[in-house]
């Protein structure tokens, strides 16, 4: 339950009394906008602001084309302008809208990552200003864009909706957001309107207890007797609640009860705190909608960065001072919800030890009440908006891209991080932490509850720990116990006082502050002891008698009541009471052990008949297993339930030398044997298998180093191919070179009058000039012949 819808940041909240729509759309988003907003008259009693991802390269026309079918004035925003009912606003392509106090106000567009992120930084700042005023809708388009936006705006008490995607041109973003599970309504885009005029309605209709939840004064006897039936009626809507859900929530504020029952009352159409009793009373599904709007189990990462840096600046290196490899340094995210915040503190935590050269240990604890949500922790899978929370470096170090627009926190990371299903006001809290962050969860509760809840994060604390807590919020209820390391950001040390507190596992109860009720515990510590040593000697004698078992039916323990169910027998000691009880309740023992064991619950035997003193009784044997602390070791309690038989029938006796019995017990024998033989080449197998593992991957490797290897030789082949190639190029201009020159030569012998002959080694004539033929008197047939036959 980490929220905090006090937490403003620098924006004022809105004066405006009437409803503010916040329209969220992209690819295919303008049709859809357009088929909503015609749907309404001209004066509906509330203004709508339209935010479109938009290409900035182009001036926006939307507000033109809106204008054709919409009864209403549409409006483009390109400067702060005040919010006026019964008006359409749309926003600028190249800025992106933001609300504060009655007022619309341009900031660059801020696109991390080139994400779209407008419609998600529209409907933060809507939420946190107008508050439960606030309607927001998510239609048409691609992304997750306006997701993370809709969980805050129902945070803040507003109302979400999204087209269904059927209804929708590309259906991706209503997709995203109704994957939330924070959206009221999934409706068709022309259908909204209608829904939307009657929530206005009933909203102005709906009545509240007056002052906050106190009685009108005296003189107003009609409200007076209103306030009354409402009260009671919240009283038995908070008994529906718990009685349905477990959830105890009559320890939280008044107002925070019923400002979140004002927002279940609007989604149903109910205007009055009776009728919503009774529907709850007759709607199962209403219960737990309700209470996941108690719960409030809506946070972000690193939620209030300035607070989370002062965090990290003052408090996480102080934790691994003094700290070597074999420390670890333990935190608690106490209403952790959804895990963002667990997961910040698990990322500043890692960035530190990474920076310590003994690297300690990391170990973060992370709880709440929500079951729901703390299983959605544990999957650790968050939209890509969170990329507008998240730093870049801790988004490229922590997150790994999973499907299409989610990120996944990194293995590393999830293995620091233990989530459980745990109560503040009613568990016992984890002890020698170094750090609680528990930001937004005492400003819910009343300041008694609030003193009992931070006197136990002082016991779970070592001395001089530290405690985060929301900006909201402070622990001067519990005076003494801690102090201020930075006031603004809410940052407290645990002082080095006594260590106890008041109670742990029940409701608060009034009574004195942490040291009266210390003293209180003191003076009656040595009574509780006498009283203790007796109510133990009290169950001894009176209680079943008992047996606590460990692996193999072996006796651990035994109460002296038990004597009389057990034998003693040949042979060799044992201390298996298989064997050492007595035949008539063997099979009782061995089948309601397996069964236990087989289940992990409570088991009941058959009821057995055992003869004693000449009386016939049945026994019934009841296993339950139990979690021994410390060693988490599996134990057996054996009880045995007695009962004289006084009926007269006639005894059915099972012995144990009974063939069918000596039958089922080999056959139990050869099973276990069997399903030993099973374990071992399970085993066995797992061994071949996690050898095979790491001969794959050491063939893997020798592949990818074959791979590198051909990519080198390729690499170099085709160096040399293109050496070869200008080789082969220098080759071809020399020899062309080397012809011209030759015809140059045959050209100049044969314009001299020179007689010539070209002959071989063997003197066979190849060329002669014309001079020649004259001299020697060669012929063309000569060609080929010896120069000496002719002359």
């Known amino acids: 339950m980490s929220s905090d819808p006090e937490e403003t940041g620098k924006l004022v909240a809105s004066h405006l009394d009437f409803p503010v729509v916040g329209i969220g759309a992209s690819t295919g988003g303008i049709a859809a906008v357009e088929r909503l907003l015609q749907e309404f008259p001209k004066n509906p009693g509330m203004a709508f602001v339209v935010v479109l991802h938009l290409s900035s390269r182009h001036e926006s026309q939307v507000d033109k084309i809106l204008q054709r079918n919409v009864k209403m ?45 407008a419609i998600d930084f529209f409907f933060r700042t809507l939420a946190q200003v107008h508050r439960g005023r606030a309607v927001a809708v998510v239609l048409s388009g691609t992304g997750a864009d306006g997701a993370s936006g809709l969980a805050r705006v129902r945070e803040f008490g507003g109302i979400t909706f999204a087209q269904s995607p059927d209804d929708a041109e590309f ?76 959830h105890d929530f009559r320890h939280y504020k008044r107002a925070t009860i019923l400002r979140r029952i004002e927002r279940r009352m609007q989604v149903n159409n109910i205007d009055d705190l009776p009728a919503y009793r009774d529907f709850l009373d007759a709607t199962p599904l209403e219960r737990p909608a309700l209470l996941q709007d108690l ?21 996480i290196p102080q934790l691994f001072l003094d700290r070597d490899s074999a420390a670890t340094v333990r935190a608690w995210s106490a209403g952790c919800a959804t895990g963002e915040e667990a997961y910040s503190l698990a990322i500043m ?43 870049a470096p801790h988004i490229n170090r922590y997150f790994v891209k999973e499907g299409g627009d989610h990120l996944r926190v990194q293995k590393g990371v999830r293995e620091r991080v233990l989530f459980a299903h745990h109560n503040i006001l009613r568990d016992p809290p984890f002890s020698k932490l170094d750090l609680i962050a528990c930001r937004n969860l005492l400003i819910y509760l009343n300041r008694e509850v609030q003193r009992d809840v931070l006197e136990i994060f002082h016991f779970a604390l070592r001395p001089g720990g530290f405690l985060f807590l929301g900006s909201s919020e402070s622990a001067d209820a519990a005076p003494g116990l801690f102090s201020v390391v930075d006031k603004k950001h809410r940052i407290y040390r645990a002082t080095e006082v006594a260590r106890s507190i008041s109670r742990i596992g029940t409701a608060a109860t009034p009574g004195g502050g942490p040291r009266q009720l210390e003293q209180r515990g003191l003076a009656a510590c040595k009574q509780n002891s006498k009283l203790a040593d007796f ?38 000691p044992s201390a298996d009471l298989q064997a050492l009880i007595v035949p008539e309740l063997q ?28 009386h016939r009784y049945q026994v019934v044997l009841s296993v339950r297993p139990v979690t021994m602390p410390d060693t988490e070791m599996v134990l057996f309690l054996v009880m045995f339930h007695e009962v004289e038989d006084t009926s007269g029938s006639p005894l059915l006796h099972i012995s144990a030398d009974d063939p069918l019995v000596l039958q089922l017990e080999d056959e139990l024998r050869r099973t276990r044997e069997q399903l030993q033989m099973t374990v071992e080449q399970s085993e066995t197998s797992s061994d071949e298998l996690k050898a095979s593992n790491e001969e794959l991957q ?41 012809s011209k020159v030759n015809d140059d030569l045959q050209n100049l012998i044969a314009s001299t009058d020179i007689a010539t002959v070209f002959i071989d080694r063997g003197m066979c004539i190849k060329r002669y000039t014309p001079r020649a033929a004259d001299v020697f008197s060669i012929i063309p047939s000569d060609i080929g012949r010896s120069l000496m036959d002719i002359t």
Do not use: W
């Not at 606003?89 to 080139?114: C, F, H, K, N, W």
């Not at 719960?295 to 408090?315: C, H, P, W, Y």
């Not at 960035?351 to 050269?357: F, H, P, Q, Y």
């Not at 079943?544 to 002296?560: D, E, Q, R």
């Open 535 to 572: 109510h133990l000697q009290l169950l001894g004698h009176f209680a079943p008698p008992s047996i606590l078992l460990g692996s193999g039916c072996t006796i651990l323990h035994m109460t002296h009541s038990a004597a009389p169910y057990l034998r003693h027998v040949g042979g060799a």
């Open 698 to 738: 050491s063939i893997n490797e020798e592949l990818r180093s074959a791979t590198e290897e051909l990519e080198t030789s390729k690499e170099e082949l085709q160096s040399m191919n293109e050496e070869l190639i200008a080789v082969n190029y220098e080759l071809k201009v020399k020899v062309e070179e080397t």
């Open 295 to 315: 719960l409030i189990s809506v946070t972000n990462f690193f939620r209030d960065r300035e607070a989370f840096e002062a965090l990290e600046k003052l408090v």
């Open 171 to 246: 259906g991706e973003m209503p997709r995203a957001a109704i994957a939330t599970g924070v959206v009221d309504a999934v409706l068709p885009a022309p259908e909204m309107a209608a829904r939307m005029l009657a929530l206005a309605n009933n909203a102005r209709r709906i009545q509240l207890p007056a002052n906050d939840g106190e009685m009108a004064p005296a003189g107003h006897e009609a409200q007076r007797t209103a306030d009354q039936l409402a009260l009671v009626a919240v009283q038995e809507i908070l008994a529906i609640l718990r009685s349905h859900t477990g």
């Open 73 to 117: 004035p549409v409006l483009q925003v390109r400067s702060p302008v005040p919010l006026e009912k019964n008006h359409v606003y749309v926003i600028s392509p190249r800025q992106q809208l933001s609300m504060d106090d009655g007022y619309l106000r341009l900031t660059e567009a801020v696109r991390p990552r080139g994400r779209q992120v």
């Open 349 to 391: 935590l890692s960035e530190e030890a990474s920076k310590n050269r003994l690297m300690p240990g990391v170990q973060v604890f992370a709880t709440d009440i929500d079951a729901a949500a703390i299983n959605q922790a544990r999957v650790a899978v968050y939209s890509a908006a969170i990329t507008s929370d998240v730093p």
């Open 587 to 614: 099979l009782a023992l061995c089948t309601t052990v397996f069964r236990a064991a087989q289940e992990g619950r409570l088991v009941e035997s058959q009821p057995a008949m055992l003869m004693r003193d000449s």
